[in-house]
């Protein structure tokens, strides 16, 4: 079958180490490993990793005062709203979208591309692969991993609320299957289309064939001067709502109960100048270690590196994550402790390839880690049954389920 995977968000780097980038490579390798051509149409390649197996176009977002007051007025706004750097954004994007439809036709006549099927991963602002999959007459695959509108709007601040509203529904209503990450994502597009809407939630996966396998381990223990000491282990961004002040806060508490354990923080983000103050203080002083940004590619020997794995998200009601970290750790053969809240009680059996505790509840999350540290052997044996149960979450299989069960007939 010919796949043609559109990726039109410039904040996904298809080559960068953000899950997000992790997903669109993991899905069109397994896609390829299933014996599928794919045509992957872009606005930012990216680097620091290995390209996906696919023909690759690169479409950048372009962003010329001209292309955004000429969008200004088609959107019958003030051209003043130029002066808002959040609006010139949102205009950049929506010029992006108009064009996108026309460009992609010529981009598969000239590639002699005829796909069998689109696979979008849904954007903020993008509604242009429906269009795309009519007039190619094909089925649309939408993949939704967050409620955009509203992340755009708390996190990052968002102009153009009514028109970013408008354009989600048309494309969620415009697909013939929705696939969303997680139960939640997939409540938040059901409300947002209406009960017409098909949609099947599918988490995110892991390459077994990547992780569980390293050896590099022991080399990076003796590189930090780490040693034998039990090691918790972080991966991801240092964002407020990731928890690693919780997780500090959680550990110093547990006093000697974790006093030999070294906290390996692997990541970058907002947060890392605290983080920094924070590793000097007396109760931390030696014991957080922060490497900084790691390629993804490197991920699974850093994860040999650790005993044990920690996702301390902070409490929040809407959690709609299908966390990439907590798939990996268990693939790695690592238990992972992290609290019982939206899909992460299904990734985790609590007790058996990890331990859950109730969302913010820091005594909870250190005495769990104290638990493991303590035990060595129940830890081994943890983790290897967290490796055994990762294979449910094989992104090959996952792939397939998309392709062949969901809405899409497989032809060779």
């Not at 372009?62 to 000429?70: F, I, M, Q």
């Not at 460009?103 to 591309?113: D, G, K, P, S, Y």
């Not at 007790?351 to 052997?377: F, H, M, S, V």
Request: one cysteine or more.
């Amino acid at each position: 079958m010919k796949i043609l995977y559109l990726n039109p968000d410039r904040g996904i780097p298809v080559c960068g180490d953000k899950g997000a980038s992790v997903h669109v490579r993991a899905f069109i390798t397994a896609a390829a490993a299933l014996g599928h051509e794919v045509l992957l149409i872009c606005a930012n390649l990216g680097a620091g990793n290995v390209p996906p197996p696919a023909r690759i176009v690169e479409l950048p977002v372009r962003s010329e005062p001209e292309l955004l007051r000429a969008e200004a007025v088609f959107w019958s706004l003030s051209e003043t709203i130029l002066d808002d750097p959040i609006a010139r954004r949102e205009l950049a994007r929506l010029a992006y979208d108009r064009a996108l439809s026309a460009q992609v036709m010529a981009i598969l006549t000239r590639e002699n591309f005829t796909p069998d099927v689109v696979y979008e991963r849904h954007a903020l602002f993008h509604q242009a692969g429906a269009e795309i999959a009519a007039r190619l007459d094909v089925p649309r695959l939408l993949e939704v991993n967050a409620p955009l509108v509203d992340e755009q709007a708390r996190f990052r601040g968002l102009c153009l609320r009514g028109v970013a509203q408008a354009r989600e529904r048309a494309s969620y209503q415009g697909a013939a299957c929705v696939i969303a990450v997680s139960a939640a994502v997939a409540a938040h597009v059901q409300d947002i289309a209406g009960p017409g809407c098909d949609v099947k939630t599918v988490p995110n996966g892991v390459d077994l064939t990547r992780f569980g396998q390293s050896s590099a381990g022991t080399a990076i223990r003796a590189k930090l001067n780490i040693g034998a000491a039990p090691v918790i282990g972080f991966i991801g961004s240092f964002k407020p709502w990731h928890g690693m002040g919780f997780l500090l806060d959680a550990v110093a508490a547990q006093g000697v109960a974790l006093a030999s354990a070294r906290i390996l923080a692997v990541g970058d983000g907002p947060d890392l100048a605290a983080l920094r103050e924070r590793a000097a203080a007396p109760d931390l002083a030696g014991r957080l270690i922060l490497p900084g940004r790691v390629a993804h590619a490197e991920i699974p020997d850093w994860l040999a590196a650790m005993d044990i794995t920690v996702a301390p998200y902070l409490d929040q009601p809407d959690f709609y994550f299908s966390p990439l970290k907590i798939v990996e750790s268990l693939a790695a053969g690592k238990p992972v402790v992290a609290p019982a809240i939206g899909q992460i009680s299904q990734l985790i059996q609590h007790g058996k390839t990890g331990l859950l505790y109730e969302p913010g509840d820091a005594a909870g999350c250190g005495a769990a880690l104290a638990t493991l540290i303590t035990d060595p052997r129940g830890c081994a044996v943890m983790g290897n049954h967290a490796r055994r149960a990762a294979a449910g979450w094989d992104w090959t299989a996952l792939v397939a389920q998309i392709l062949n069960n969901v809405c899409v007939p497989v032809s060779a």
